[in-house]
């Protein structure tokens, strides 16, 4: 028998960082990774692509959304119509994650973006990361308890570091 694991593998966004994260690059990158591809080479088919946002399938709150995810030609005009190559963009992993990373590269290229890949320690990236010195990291969420509630506390605006994980540091009145 096999359940789904309740992880979330995400790139992640400082939100307070306006130099590199527009919504256009966020959509743009969004759009352009083929998440079954990721799952196919990458993780040798063990997984679920990311289909349904942060809260993971088996879960309550888990909503499928494939038909909105993955589509290069929308990237390309978003990189196109915003000139978002004309940015530095810069993606902080660790060693361990490299093959992700590079994966992500090579579909960013296929859109016109290119990315650069900063491998440091993970523990320069966990202190970059609440620290609010890296723009775009790639990060993990693994569920404490079976609630989608668990899943949407990083997105909490009184969880920013040091006291949470909102390393996003995002805020929405609305959402909490």
Same mark, same amino acid.
């Given at each position: 028998?096999?359940?789904?694991? =309740? ?7 400082? =939100? ?104 440091? /320690? ?31 506390? /990083? ?22």
């Amino acid at each position: 028998y096999t359940k789904p694991f =309740l992880n979330v593998e995400y790139i992640g966004f400082n =939100l307070t960082d306006t130099m590199q994260n527009s919504l256009a690059l966020r959509k743009a990158i969004h759009h352009s990774i083929d998440r079954e591809l990721l799952i196919t080479r990458i993780r040798n088919g063990i997984g679920t692509p990311a289909w349904g946002g942060f809260v993971p399938a088996g879960l309550n709150g888990f909503k499928l959304c494939k038909a909105e995810v993955y589509n290069p030609i929308y990237a390309r005009k978003l990189v196109t119509t915003h000139k978002l190559n004309e940015k530095n963009i810069e993606l902080n992993t660790s060693k361990d994650y490299e093959d992700i990373a590079l994966f992500i590269a090579s579909e960013l290229d296929k859109i016109g973006l290119d990315l650069k890949i900063n491998i440091v /320690p993970s523990a320069i990236l966990r202190q970059g990361k609440t620290d609010g010195k890296m723009s775009i990291f790639r990060g993990s969420w693994i569920a404490d308890y079976p609630n989608c509630e668990n899943f949407l506390s /990083p997105f909490y605006s009184k969880n920013f570091p040091p006291n949470g994980p909102n390393y996003f540091r995002f805020e929405d009145a609305k959402f909490d």
